[in-house]
């Protein structure tokens, strides 16, 4: 993964968590707690996809705008997942 990959995928997924954060209130771990778990979701997300090579199945493996525009969308919902995943288990424990 070269570091244009990981910084869209970091800013993918922060925007994912914080959509998802705004979406789902009740579940939401502040500004800087979505933030960080979408930041996370989306970077295991972004490298996942690129272990399994989705983007060179897609035919988006090149740095073209395609492959940063689909890494960044994957990001973000990996991002807004790993968010609410960790907003409800904070509930549980509450």
Not at 10 to 38: D, H, M, R
């Amino acid at each position: 993964m070269d570091i244009v990959s990981l910084i869209t995928n970091l800013i993918g997924g922060g925007v994912g968590g914080n959509v998802a954060g705004a979406a789902w209130k009740e579940k939401s771990l502040g500004a800087i707690g979505n933030t960080i778990a979408g930041a996370v979701g989306g970077a295991l997300g972004g490298y996942i996809t690129q272990a399994v090579g989705l983007l060179t199945t897609l035919g988006l493996a090149d740095t073209s705008m395609g492959a940063l525009t689909t890494s960044a969308g994957i990001s973000a919902v990996a991002g807004a997942v790993l968010t609410a995943v960790v907003g409800m288990i904070k509930n549980k424990v509450k």
